[in-house]
């Protein structure tokens, strides 16, 4: 049986890294950008929680674990490429 939640959490993390992306690209300041990946993530778990039957608390912490998820797939991804970059350079 699929799992809505772990679907659901985890397609959540690359569509909240493109709408970080995107409120990057109208002038949010990049300072802000962990802050609205965690907003994000919150608002879509506790979304997916009134289609499930799970309780408020544990879509909390959901939303904390998908706002942070994507924050870490960002900073990774992006000290990956530098990482990349520099050793090219040398």
């Known amino acids: 049986m ?16 493109g709408l970080v992306q995107l409120a990057k690209m109208f002038g949010l300041k990049e300072k802000y950008a962990p802050l609205l990946a965690v907003v994000l993530g919150e608002l879509f778990s506790l979304g997916l929680h009134f289609y499930s039957d799970q309780t408020w608390y544990t879509a909390v912490i959901g939303g904390l674990v998908i706002g942070l998820s994507a924050i870490g797939l960002y900073s990774g991804t992006r000290e990956t490429v530098q990482a990349f970059r520099k050793t090219k350079e040398c």
């Open 2 to 17: 699929i799992d809505l939640e772990l679907i659901g959490g985890v397609s959540a993390i690359p569509i909240i890294l």
